[in-house]
């Protein structure tokens, strides 16, 4: 009987991570799945993007995994029962079908979605743009607002940043705010916070600092020292969280809900268990838990492929970098900062900004998503057999 590989999203980290195993792994004694919830590659770092009204093309996963021996399966997952080592599954309309897909190894890779925080009035009415179909309900919200409307961005981390800048730019005829927690930027190096805030005025967003959203109304928030901003739009952008399925299904995770995983991405109470991306608690080469981020879920699926390989077929398990370089943030498609951070998460004192950042971030993000819809560029065309296939007992002894 074949390995069975189950990889569950199909996100950066997990399209990507699917592909590299299909290349290195032979058929002939393994067999890879992926489940992925939406039928395309959804490039979630341009989201902010697509909600504003840009047009963006996100390639079929049909077409990624086409001549790959990827099985995909296009099915919302929801459960996963480590102990029986299987995946429960819904099809697209909601219909159970054979519910559920057994495996041997497990790739967890189901990414993230918005932080709620549990404040009122945000699920009902705010919007978010950390999922295609969320961005897609706030591209046709936004496209009916006239002019002068009003748009509260809430969050001054990179989405927030991100968002406000973006639709600034796209739609000057808005009235664009953000609220933040604390001081605009505080993160970045001092010019780098000059930058960023050069920025805001040009573009003309109103901020709001030293402000914590508590509740959210149809047309305005409320701040925890009473006031209230207009916001005929409301867009929540105050975090990532994970979906609750790995804490449910009695995968050790930690606080946030993310897999606690090993140096090689596995998870440290069932070791048939792997995660990568977001939904992953690795501790990075500094020491520190690595943010959410695309470098994150690159650096994760890197080290989570690495092991699976070497264990299944019997070499030695090799240690890649896990690392955090620091933030590329967009604002607008002309300019954006590129801030590096050091060993312990402190921005350096120098950064990249305006039309050369902006340039490279456009190809940082052509980059990640060519590499996802080339998953096997560039890896050894040599499949490896597993230690434990039938005609490999002599690996096998030496194992
Ligand atoms: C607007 C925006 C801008 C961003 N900009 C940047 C940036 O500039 N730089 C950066 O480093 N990071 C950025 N990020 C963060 C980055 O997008 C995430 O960290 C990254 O997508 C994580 O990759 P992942 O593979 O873990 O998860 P995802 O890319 O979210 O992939 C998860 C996959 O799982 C699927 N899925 C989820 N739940 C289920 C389910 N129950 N059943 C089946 N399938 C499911 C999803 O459809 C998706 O395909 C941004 C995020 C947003 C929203």
Redesign the pocket.
């Known amino acids: 009987m074949k390995h069975r590989i189950v990889v569950?999203?199909?996100?950066?980290?997990?399209?990507f991570a699917a592909g590299n195993l299909a290349r290195r792994l032979s058929p002939a004694d393994t067999e890879i799945t992926v489940?992925?919830?939406?039928p395309d590659?959804?490039e979630?770092?341009?989201?902010?993007q697509l909600a504003i009204g840009q047009d963006l093309a996100f390639r079929k996963l049909a077409d990624v995994f086409a001549g790959t021996g990827v099985r995909l399966r296009l099915?919302?997952?929801?459960g996963v029962d480590p102990e029986r080592r299987t995946v429960a599954v819904t099809g697209p309309d909601g219909d159970v079908g054979d519910g559920e897909l057994a495996y041997d190894t497990l790739l967890y890779?189901?990414?993230?979605s918005v932080a709620h925080h549990d404040v009122p009035g945000v699920a009902e009415y705010a919007f978010d743009?950390?999922?295609r179909s969320s961005a897609l309900r706030l591209r046709e919200r936004l496209a009916g607002l006239g002019e002068g409307a009003t748009v509260l961005v809430v969050g001054e981390g990179?989405?927030g940043i991100?968002?406000a800048t973006e639709f600034a730019e796209s739609r000057p005829d808005l009235s664009v705010a953000l609220a933040a927690h604390g001081e605009l930027g505080a993160w970045l190096s001092p010019k780098a916070r000059r930058h960023l805030r050069r920025a805001f005025d040009r573009l003309g967003i109103t901020v709001h600092e030293h402000t914590r959203i508590e509740a959210v109304e149809p047309t305005r928030a409320i701040a925890a020292d009473g006031t209230r901003i207009p916001a005929e739009v409301t867009v929540w952008a105050a975090g990532?969280a994970v979906?609750p399925?790995a804490a449910v299904s009695g995968l050790e995770v930690a606080e946030t809900g993310q897999i606690v995983v090993d140096r090689t991405m596995r998870s440290v109470s069932h070791p048939d268990v792997y995660a990568?991306?977001?939904?992953a608690y690795a501790i990075g080469d500094n020491g520190r838990p690595l943010p959410?981020?695309?470098?994150?879920?690159g650096f994760t699926n890197m080290q989570a492929t690495a092991a699976i390989i070497a264990r299944l077929t019997g070499s030695e398990v090799p240690t890649s970098a896990l690392k955090y370089y620091g933030?590329?943030?967009?604002l607008g498609r002309r300019d954006a900062i590129f801030q590096m951070v050091d060993g312990d998460v402190r921005s350096k004192s120098w950064y990249l900004g305006g039309r050369t950042a902006a340039r490279l971030?456009s190809g940082v993000l052509k980059g990640s998503g060519w590499s996802i819809v080339h998953p096997t560029f560039g890896m050894p065309k040599r499949k490896r057999r597993l230690a434990t296939a039938p005609d490999r007992a002599g690996v096998r002894a030496a194992a």
Do not use: P, Q
């Open positions: 569950v999203g199909a996100g950066y980290a997990g399209a489940v992925n919830a939406e590659f959804v979630r770092m341009r989201l902010h099915a919302r997952v929801t890779a189901l990414g993230s743009v950390t999922g990179l989405t991100e968002t990532f979906h399925i990568a991306g977001d939904c959410m981020s695309c470098g994150s879920a933030n590329h943030i967009s971030k």
